[in-house]
């Protein structure tokens, strides 16, 4: 294209929003995600792989040794990370899927709390030490959502502007 009209390329490297500290923060937790999800399947980063039940509160897999996790568990992990991967594109969509997000991880938050962990209305599974990451995640995506669209402009930009 011509110098008026940069092409898509320099646009998408030098544009503020592509540079932006929501769309990056949204693309970390949907690489996060994505790994959590994988690990939760992977023997040694998660123990007793062999007991993994689809879901239910049975399942004694427990992610790091620490998070207990199910089939169900790590496939809504892996979703969320698809999510945060296509949704991290746009500002606007990288602040919903961190908002959004963090209002899901809220009710699942108060839902660990109030539910007997050994009744049938454990069906993700949850155990205690997942319900004070979610309650973190609730901190950290709604807190995140926040942030700039746009970044600062760099010092080349500022220089052009002037």
Same mark, same amino acid.
């Given at each position: 294209?011509?110098a008026? +009209?940069?092409?898509?390329?320099? %646009? ?6 592509a540079?932006?500290?929501v769309? %990056?923060?949204? /693309? ?16 040694g ?10 879901g ?6 427990? /992610? ?5 996790v ?6 809504? +992990?892996?979703l969320? *990370?698809?999510? *945060? ?6 500002? *606007?969509? &990288? ?6 997000? *963090? ?17 049938? &209305?454990n ?10 990451? +979610?309650?973190g995640?609730?901190?950290t ?6 942030l700039?669209r746009?970044?600062?402009?760099t010092?080349?930009?500022?220089? +052009?502007? &002037?």
């Amino acid at each position: 294209m011509n110098a008026t +009209h940069p092409d898509r390329a320099t %646009l998408s490297r030098s544009h503020p929003e592509a540079r932006s500290p929501v769309r %990056l923060a949204a /693309l970390l937790y949907g690489i996060v995600f994505l790994l959590v999800g994988v690990a939760g399947f992977i023997p040694g980063v998660t123990t007793n792989v062999g007991s993994m039940q689809l879901g239910g509160h049975h399942s004694e897999a427990m /992610l790091l040794g620490i998070f207990q996790v199910s089939v169900l568990h790590n496939i809504v +992990h892996l979703l969320y *990370g698809i999510a *945060g991967l296509a949704l991290s594109r746009r500002a *606007g969509s &990288a602040r919903l899927y961190l908002l959004i997000g *963090g209002i899901v991880y809220a009710v699942l938050w108060i839902y660990g709390l109030v539910i007997d962990k050994d009744s049938m &209305a454990n069906f993700v599974p949850l155990n205690t030490a997942d319900d004070w990451l +979610h309650f973190g995640l609730v901190l950290t995506m709604i807190g995140l959502s926040f942030l700039p669209r746009r970044a600062e402009p760099t010092a080349e930009e500022a220089a +052009h502007r &002037a």
